[in-house]
Nanobody, 116 residues
Framework: QVQLVESGGGLVQPGGSLRLSCAAS????????MSWYRRAPGKERELVANIPTAGGSTKYADSVKGRFTISRDNAKNTVDLEMISLKPEDTAVYYC?????????WGQGTQVTVSS
């Protein structure tokens, strides 16, 4: 069955860094665009970053440009989100998303808390 399993979340101080990883299985990973979304308390889910099937033209929310980097490894079926200079407003549950012709899949999410 399809699985997207996020890892790497946790508690970090403002200005700190975290690397999220999403391990995919059960579908043809290289044929799916991959994204990271987040949902902060009391807010709607928002797109954080997107990377197309073969990498290349990544897209980012304005609020994370220059601080977050999305990457994928089609040999390992993983997509990562490197986050630096974290701010309290980055606190949210982060979700891995796969979108392709055969469907859209979501992970369960990993909590990121930025607080001193």
């Amino acid at each position: 069955q399809v699985q997207l399993v996020e890892s790497g979340g946790g508690l970090v101080q403002p200005g700190g860094s975290l690397r999220l990883s999403c391990a995919a299985s059960g579908f043809t990973f290289r044929s799916y665009g991959m994204s990271w979304y987040r949902r902060a308390p009391g807010k709607e889910r928002e797109l954080v970053a997107n990377i197309p099937t073969a990498g290349g033209s990544t897209k980012y929310a304005d609020s994370v440009k220059g601080r977050f980097t999305i990457s994928r490894d089609n040999a390992k079926n993983t997509v990562d989100l490197e986050m630096i200079s974290l701010k309290p407003e980055d606190t949210a549950v982060y979700y891995c998303n796969a979108r392709g012709l055969l469907g859209t899949y979501w992970g369960q999410g990993t909590q990121v808390t930025v607080s001193s």
